[in-house]
C-alpha cells in the first residue's frame, strides 16, 4: 500500500526533476523536503546535528488551522494525532496575581470554518514525523552533515555546498532554511548582520504531568482537558498549553517571554538554571514560581529584530531562503513555525510546473513575490499580540484589562468582535480568518494560474525564437 506521500505526489508530478540541496533539518527544512519530493525532485537534505528528534533546548509547538491543513493533505494527521492534544480554551490572567481576567473558547463551527485545529506537541516529536514522511517521498536525510560554505558560482553554473568534512555536493537550486544565524542567510545577504537585542528572550521548559499532579495548585492546569494559561504582565508574560510526548507522556509547555541581562549569540538556544529563571521571573503569579521550580531543565533564546530582506534570493538565482533565514519572528510566535511551513509548501507548488531549467528564475521570483507580502502581514500581527501581552503597565494596559474582565463577566469570548467596523485592538477575528483560513498551496496555484503560466509562455517564445535564429543561421550556412 502506498504512504499518503506517495500515493498524493503520483497525482502531480513536474515535467523536469531537478536537483535541490536543502541546508538545515528544522520544520521548514524538512518541510520542504517533503513538497519538493512529493512532486518528483530530487531532494537532498543536510543537517548539522546528529538527531533530530533530541534537539537542544526543544519545547512545545503550536500548530494552527492553516499549518493543520496542509498536513491533513501530506497524509500527517494520524501519524501527529499519536503525540498532540487538540487545545480549544484559553485562559488568561494577571502576570503578577494570576487573578482571571478573560477567556477565549475557538467553537466547533468556527474551526470547521477554518477547515483545521489547533494543536500542540513536542518539537522533537514533530521533526521524527517530518522526517520519516520526507524520506518515504525519496528525500535523502543526512545528519551530521555541516556546512561550512556555499560557493554559488556563475551565471548558468550549478551551485555547491562543501561540508566540514571537506565533501563537495551540487544541485540545481540550494535551499537556505537554517534559520537566522545560519549561512545561508550570510550567502544572500554578502554580510553579517547586526540584530537589534530587544532585552527580552523566550525561555522553553518541558515538566511532566505526574511531577505537577503532586501539587494541588496546580491541578487546575489539567482540569479542562485541551486548555491553555497565559499570564499578562509589566514586559513579561507566560504561556502554558498540554503535551503528549512520545518519550515522557503528558507534559506541560512552559514558555515565557522574560528580560535578558547577557546578549549571548544570536538565534541559537542557551541553557539557564530555573534557579536563574526565578530571579528574571519577579513578583508573579505564585503557580508560575512553582512550575519553574519542577523544571529540570530550562532553555532560551535572545529576541531580536533582524534587518528586513529585499530579496531571499542570490543574485544568481540558485539559492532561496525559507523560514527563519528569510524572515526571522520571535521564537515561540504562534505563526513561527507555520511561515516557515507555508513557505515550504509554496515553494513546491510552484516548482510542480518546471518544464525548462530557464524557468528556474522566474518561479523563485514568483515564490518570493508569492510569499514576502503574506509573511510580512503575518509577522506583523505576530509582534503586535506579543506587544498586547507583554503591554507595560499604565494607561493602555488598564484597558485592555478592564475589556477583557467586562467581557468575561458577560460571558463573552476575549476576542471576538463586537463590532467589525470598531477598529478595537483586541478585536482580532477578522485578522484570525485571514490567518488562520490562509491555505499556501491554493495561494501557490492561484499564482500559477494568473501569473506564472504567462511567464512561462513568454520564456518559452523567447527560447522558440532562439532555435529559429539558430536554425536560420544554419540554413544560410548550408546555402554559402
Not at 30 to 52: K, P
Amino acid at each position: 500500500m502506498d504512504s499518503p506521500a506517495s500515493s498524493e505526489k503520483s497525482l502531480h508530478q513536474t515535467m523536469l526533476p531537478i536537483d535541490f540541496i536543502v541546508i538545515g533539518g528544522g520544520t521548514s527544512g524538512l518541510c520542504s523536503a517533503i513538497s519538493l519530493s512529493r512532486i518528483g525532485h530530487r531532494v537532498t537534505l543536510l543537517e548539522q546535528s546528529d538527531d533530530f528528534e533530541e534537539t537542544t533546548g526543544a519545547g512545545g509547538v503550536n500548530i494552527a488551522p492553516n499549518m493543520a491543513r496542509l498536513f491533513s493533505r501530506w497524509g500527517l494527521t494520524d501519524r501527529l494525532h499519536e503525540f498532540s492534544v487538540s487545545s480549544h480554551l484559553l485562559h488568561i490572567h494577571r502576570y503578577e496575581t494570576g487573578s482571571l481576567i478573560g477567556k477565549h473558547l475557538w467553537q466547533e463551527e468556527v474551526l470547521k470554518e477554518l477547515g483545521g485545529e489547533f494543536v500542540s506537541l513536542h518539537y522533537g516529536d514533530l521533526r521524527r514525523v517530518l522526517k520519516d514522511l520526507a524520506s518515504e517521498a525519496g528525500a535523502v536525510i543526512r545528519s551530521s552533515a555541516r556546512v561550512t560554505s556555499i560557493s554559488i558560482g556563475e551565471q548558468g553554473q550549478r551551485p555547491f555546498v562543501t561540508l566540514s568534512s571537506g565533501e563537495t555536493l551540487e544541485a540545481d537550486v540550494l535551499v537556505g532554511a537554517d534559520g537566522i544565524s545560519g549561512i545561508s542567510r550570510q550567502s544572500v545577504v554578502g554580510q553579517v548582520e547586526r540584530p537589534t537585542f530587544t532585552g527580552l528572550a523566550t525561555y522553553n521548559a518541558v515538566i511532566s504531568e505526574d511531577q505537577i499532579r503532586q501539587h494541588p495548585e496546580l491541578v487546575t492546569l489539567f482540569q479542562e482537558e485541551g486548555s491553555f494559561f497565559t499570564w499578562f504582565g509589566h514586559n513579561k508574560s507566560v504561556l502554558t498549553y498540554p503535551l503528549k510526548t512520545r518519550k515522557r507522556g503528558k507534559c506541560i509547555a512552559l514558555t515565557m517571554y522574560l528580560p535578558l541581562d547577557d546578549t549571548p549569540p544570536t538565534g541559537w538556544s542557551q541553557s539557564i538554571s530555573p534557579e536563574d529563571v526565578v530571579r528574571q521571573l519577579g513578583e508573579c503569579d505564585p503557580r508560575i514560581l512553582q512550575l519553574i521550580s519542577l523544571a529540570t531543565s530550562v532553555s532560551y533564546v535572545p529576541i531580536v529584530q533582524m534587518p528586513e530582506l529585499a530579496s531571499w534570493i542570490d543574485q544568481n538565482n540558485r539559492l532561496v531562503l525559507v523560514g527563519d533565514a528569510a524572515h526571522p519572528v520571535f521564537p515561540g510566535a504562534t505563526q513561527a513555525t507555520a511561515m516557515g511551513v507555508g513557505d515550504a509548501a509554496a515553494l513546491g507548488q510552484v516548482f510542480r510546473h518546471l518544464h525548462h531549467i530557464d524557468q528556474i528564475k522566474s518561479l523563485l521570483k514568483g515564490f518570493e513575490e508569492l510569499r514576502q507580502e503574506r509573511v510580512g502581514f503575518v509577522a506583523a500581527q505576530e509582534w503586535d499580540y506579543f506587544s498586547i501581552t507583554t503591554m507595560p503597565d499604565g494607561e493602555m494596559q488598564t484597558m485592555r484589562d478592564e475589556r477583557l474582565r467586562k467581557r468575561h463577566a458577560l460571558g463573552l469570548n476575549a476576542f471576538d468582535a463586537e463590532d467589525p467596523d470598531s477598529g478595537d485592538v483586541l478585536n482580532q477575528w477578522e485578522i484570525a480568518r485571514k490567518i488562520f483560513g490562509y491555505d499556501a498551496e491554493d495561494e501557490a496555484n492561484e499564482w500559477w494560474t494568473k501569473w506564472g503560466s504567462l511567464q512561462e509562455r513568454a520564456i518559452f517564445k523567447n527560447i522558440t525564437a532562439g532555435w529559429e535564429v539558430e536554425v536560420k543561421h544554419e540554413e544560410e550556412s548550408a546555402l554559402e
